[in-house]
């Protein structure tokens, strides 16, 4: 068995290309996607941090302890 030099994501891609000899292809969006609710938490904290709220009762809201 012939050992990778590659990353997960890189093998991945590599092998939805079919294997080409030049590599993988680089990543569509630069890199590992993002979850929605990842989306959706940036922006509920840019909201919160417009509003006025601060570091510590936005850590507290998402259950971040010291």
């Not at 000899?21 to 909201?47: H, M, V």
């Not at 570091?55 to 809201?61: F, S, W």
């Amino acid at each position: 068995m012939k050992k990778r030099n590659l990353c997960r994501a890189c093998d991945l891609r590599w092998r939805r290309a079919g294997r080409p000899d030049a590599g993988p292809p680089p990543p569509s969006k630069g890199g590992r996607p993002r979850d929605l609710s990842t989306d959706e938490r940036a922006a509920e904290t840019r909201r919160l941090l417009a509003s006025g709220s601060t570091l510590t009762e936005l850590a507290e809201r998402y259950g971040v302890t010291h």
